[in-house]
């Protein structure tokens, strides 16, 4: 069963970018993992997967300035050109046999 | 466009049980597994079960066996969440959500689940 591992928090400027990272547990390095949002008080938003080959495929409707990416066993997650409605909590997941895994997310600060 | 909607908050005694329903709507509904992920108060997301709508066939996170039952009724897209002999620790909100091979693409609007004496 695969581990997703992310920081607990970040921050960055209004009109910045930031990158925020979810690292794959050993042996599982090449597993596609997805990234969702939520915002304060809402439902989880569907973002992107991003797969073991870096490449990525976004959900209807999420902005140009989301982006992914990866490095070995880790995934990533780009903002650019950051607004204050991106400040949310973001979380990794990845599955195996049909069971789902979910990291412990990080939370967002636009300053 | 693509719809979860789950029925309204629960307030359960210890050792009760609770059923929480979700119906979904503008896809075809044989066409997506649904799963059912719970987030308890400041925590991340934690997965509990999936249903294959087609053949009705189950799986539940280790966690959770013996307490959770999933089901579905493919005559009014609805899925159904079952746990039973709750605790204070089952507080939290409860999802619905639906994927295909891959990731989770859809999620339902929550339902929250407070358990107290």
């Known amino acids: 069963q695969p581990v997703l591992t992310q920081s607990s928090s970040a921050s960055a400027s209004l009109g910045s970018s930031v990158k925020l990272t979810c690292t794959l547990s050993?042996?599982?390095?090449?597993?596609?993992i997805a990234w969702h949002q939520q915002q304060p008080a809402k439902a989880p938003r569907f973002l992107m997967e991003?797969?073991?080959?870096?490449?990525?495929n976004k959900g209807s409707g999420v902005p140009d300035r989301f982006s992914g990416s990866r490095s070995g066993a880790d995934r990533y997650l780009t903002i650019s050109n950051l607004q204050f409605e991106d400040e949310a909590d973001y979380y990794c997941e990845t599955w195996d046999s049909n069971t789902r895994v979910f990291g412990e997310g990080t939370k967002l600060t636009v300053l | 466009q693509v719809q979860l909607v789950q029925s309204g908050g629960e307030v359960k005694r210890p050792g009760a049980s609770v059923k929480v329903s979700c119906k979904a709507s503008?896809?075809?509904?044989?066409?997506?597994?649904l799963h059912w992920v719970r987030q308890a108060p400041g925590q991340g997301p934690e997965w509990m079960a999936i249903?294959?709508?087609?053949?009705?066939?189950?799986k539940y996170a280790q966690k959770f066996q013996g307490r959770v039952t999933m089901t579905r009724d493919t005559s009014t897209s609805t899925v159904y969440m079952e746990l039973s002999s709750l605790r204070s620790e089952d507080t939290a909100v409860y999802y619905c959500a639906i994927s295909g091979d891959t990731s989770i693409a859809y999620w339902g609007q929550g339902t929250l689940l407070t358990v107290s004496s």
């Open positions: 050993s042996g599982h390095s090449s597993y596609v």
């Open positions: 249903i294959n709508p087609t053949t009705g066939n189950t």
């Open positions: 991003v797969e073991g080959s870096g490449s990525y």
């Open positions: 503008g896809y075809t509904f044989t066409s997506n597994y």
